[in-house]
């Protein structure tokens, strides 16, 4: 059931509570999420800037994301070459030596 008023001194001071509890209302909803734009009406330009940081800051992270992964790739293929050359036999050193200064059969 709702209330019904016609009279102007009450109307009065049910537009300031109306007025007060949106700006309550509206401040709290600022306060409880942290951020000084939280809608469009707040800031457009802002908001504007704020999500064009967050982008830029995804592909940041992203770029830092990748450039990790390509250095643990590097690193294990490192290791990998490294235990490949000394897994090598001695012998093998002497005869790719020789492969590449072989006499010419031509005499």
């Not at 049910?14 to 600022?30: F, P, V």
């Not at 800037?49 to 967050?54: E, V, Y």
Request: net charge positive; proline share 7%; charged share 20%.
């Amino acid at each position: 059931m709702g209330l019904t008023a016609t009279h102007p001194d009450t109307l009065r001071p049910l537009n300031i509570i109306s007025r007060t509890t949106a700006q309550r209302k509206e401040t709290l909803t600022r306060l409880s999420l942290g951020f000084r734009v939280n809608r469009a009406a707040d800031d457009p330009a802002g908001l504007i800037a704020s999500s064009i940081l967050d982008s830029e800051r995804a592909g940041v992270n992203a770029a830092i994301s990748n450039n990790q992964r390509a250095d643990s790739l590097l690193e294990v293929a490192d290791g990998a070459l490294t235990e490949e050359k000394l897994g090598l036999p001695p012998v093998y050193v002497p005869v790719a030596m020789r492969v590449g200064s072989a006499p010419s059969r031509g005499r």
